[in-house]
T-cell receptor
């Protein structure tokens, strides 16, 4: 069964510094997708970045990049040049090829300090 | 504008009083699902639907019902709410496929007293 683990309940980062949010996953399906979502205090879920299991390169979207290490089954989110508006809950999620179900980790709360 | 619309955003109700949370999407997505979010547990899937008239249980279906009579609508029904169903609920839709992002509604914060 698919499973996502986020081991950091909370993180602090200084404004303008980079931060890495950890995510490990478990699946027996060779074809899957990995997603990161941001949830600000207002509650909505905002899609950030996607990585496919067969993608050769790490995904990047602006200040977000995904450090994908397939052999270690990890998909860490890297946020560069942190901003105060990055303070939020961050969820890692996975979807297998034929399941359609999105499985989420417990989330990491990120606080950016000025 | 492509969106998933949930209503209501906030709801306080009493134990045992039936309620429905509506969800509608305008993107013609086949796949829709309901999640509940609880502290320390992330989002857990309640029910999902692969298409019209096709629904199935997720990980935490007890105490919930759903229906999919039209492609755009996927209401969540709590026939007899209990305090342990106090949670933040999200409806999501997506096209089929592992590489497709899910679009989420704004969330419904439900309190059962």
């Amino acid at each position: 069964a698919q499973k996502i683990t986020q081991t950091q309940p909370g993180m602090f980062v200084q404004e303008k510094e980079a931060v890495t949010l950890d995510c490990t996953y478990d699946t027996s399906d060779p074809s899957y997708g990995l997603f990161w979502y941001k949830q600000p205090s207002s509650g909505e879920m905002i899609f950030l970045i996607y990585q496919g299991s067969y993608d050769q390169q790490n995904a990047t979207e602006g200040r977000y990049s995904l450090n994908f290490q397939k052999a270690r089954k990890s998909a860490n989110l890297v946020i560069s040049a942190s901003q105060l508006g990055d303070s939020a809950m961050y969820f890692c999620a996975m979807r297998e090829e034929y399941g359609n179900k999105l499985v989420f980790g417990a989330g990491t709360i990120l606080r950016v300090k000025s | 504008e492509a969106q998933v619309t949930q209503n209501p955003r906030y709801l306080i109700t009493v134990t045992g009083k039936k309620l429905t949370v509506t969800c509608s999407q305008n993107m013609n997505h086949e796949y829709m699902s309901w999640y509940r979010q609880d502290p320390g547990l992330g989002l857990r899937q309640i029910y999902y639907s692969m298409n019209v008239e096709v629904t199935d249980k997720g990980d935490v279906p007890e105490g919930y019902k759903v229906s999919r009579k039209e492609k755009r609508n996927f209401p969540l029904i709590l026939e007899s709410p209990s305090p342990n169903q106090t949670s933040l609920y999200f409806c999501a839709s997506s096209p089929s496929g592992r590489n497709t992002e899910a679009f989420f509604g704004q969330g419904t914060r439900l309190t059962v007293v």
